[in-house]
């Protein structure tokens, strides 16, 4: 342990011209090391600009997103709340698929 120590404090002294002994030198040191590899590795973080983002294709379909909560909602046995968002999606034009799912959910309600 001697021997690293001493090593440590001859690599500060002839780094820095410092000469410094004991654990207050090696305290110094590691501060000044550390001081050194943060200011080295320092990068501007960059901001994300929010207008360049494209979520559209992350929102995906409402319709869907609404039929397959209305079976959630069944499957819950809140039925009122699934009756509901299922004639949302029959009074917004829905595909054929979409008509098809949401009059087989009503039917399975019993609506």
Not at 60 to 68: F, M, T
Not at 74 to 93: G, P, S
């Amino acid at each position: 342990m001697q021997n690293l120590l001493l090593n440590l404090e001859t690599e500060f002294y002839l780094f820095t011209g410092i000469d410094l002994e004991g654990i207050s030198g090696l305290f110094l040191g590691l501060t000044i090391f550390c001081l050194f590899l943060f200011i080295f590795r320092f990068e501007k973080k960059r901001e994300i600009l929010i207008h360049d983002i494209d979520l559209s294709n992350e929102i995906g379909n409402e319709k869907l997103a609404k039929i397959n909560l209305s079976r959630s909602l069944i499957e819950m046995d809140q039925k009122d709340e699934a009756i509901r968002l299922l004639q949302e999606v029959l009074e917004d034009r829905p595909s054929p698929e979409e008509k098809r799912n949401a009059d087989q959910l009503l039917s399975k309600i019993g609506v």
